[in-house]
């Protein structure tokens, strides 16, 4: 069975910085394609940043320069670093792993910027 255990959350005021972790159990981790996704209030949930196996990353345009992804294969653990936060980037954190042809979600941290 697949875990994700996300933690790292919390509540910063603007132009902090925060490390969400997100670490994963019961896959082989080094092959799973691992993401982090953000869901605020009334809004869909959207793709955030992705790192895949090779180490290749992608970033939605709003958080370029500001968030890196990165990934830890020795203790199955996904990290965002999040610099120069804005109010705007306040929601609930999401990890995601796919794995073969199976996806998984973690619970969600809590993210809050205050102005």
């Known amino acids: 069975q697949v875990q994700l255990v996300e933690s790292g959350g919390g509540l910063v005021q603007a132009g902090g910085s925060l490390r969400l972790s997100c670490t994963a159990s019961g896959i082989t981790f080094r092959i799973a394609t691992m993401g982090w996704y953000c869901q605020a209030p009334g809004k869909q949930r959207e793709l955030v940043a992705i790192i895949n196996r090779y180490g290749t990353t992608n970033y939605v345009d709003s958080v370029k320069g500001r968030f890196t992804i990165s990934r830890d294969n020795a203790v199955n653990t996904v990290y965002l670093q999040m610099n120069s936060l804005k109010p705007e980037d306040t929601a609930v954190y999401y990890c995601?792993?796919?794995?073969?042809?199976?996806?998984?979600w973690g619970q969600g941290t809590q993210v809050t910027v205050s102005s």
């Open positions: 995601k792993a796919d794995y073969y042809l199976s996806t998984t």
